[in-house]
């Protein structure tokens, strides 16, 4: 069982930089590996990056990779989004979301879910 708070969002001009924080909890944390994904309007869920409480395993979707960066704090349960040269296609609702199992870059292999929190970009 894991809980997912992500935090960070709002509005930012595009060229500018946003940080998204995603706060964990629960037991055995280290059993699942960490992602982001987003949402616009319109559109389906999509892989942004991921990230895994040991070791790297950082991957990211092309379209972000170069300008976001993922991260944690392990003494913390915190999981970071640093996107920088935001676009105004990165406007979304950003998930945080953890898996047990399966593959990194598709929606249906993670088990929890944050709430979400709105990026907009503006141009």
């Known amino acids: 069982q894991v809980q997912l708070v992500e935090s960070g969002g709002g509005l930012v001009q595009a060229g500018g930089s946003l940080i998204l924080s995603c706060a964990a909890s629960?037991?055995?944390?280290?059993?699942?590996?960490m992602a982001w994904f987003r949402q616009a309007p319109g559109k389906e869920r999509e892989f942004v990056a991921h990230?895994?409480?040991?070791?790297?395993?950082?991957y990211y979707a092309d379209s972000v990779k170069g300008r976001f960066t993922i991260s944690r704090d392990n003494a913390k349960n915190t999981v970071y989004l640093q996107m920088n040269s935001l676009k105004p296609e990165d406007t979304a609702v950003y998930y945080c979301?953890?898996?047990?199992?399966?593959?990194?870059?598709?929606?249906?292999?993670?088990?929890?879910w944050g709430q979400g929190t709105q990026v907009t970009v503006s141009s």
């Open positions: 979301a953890a898996r047990s199992r399966g593959n990194y870059y598709s929606k249906e292999s993670y088990n929890y």
């Open positions: 629960g037991r055995t944390l280290s059993a699942y590996a």
């Open positions: 990230i895994r409480w040991t070791g790297g395993s950082q």
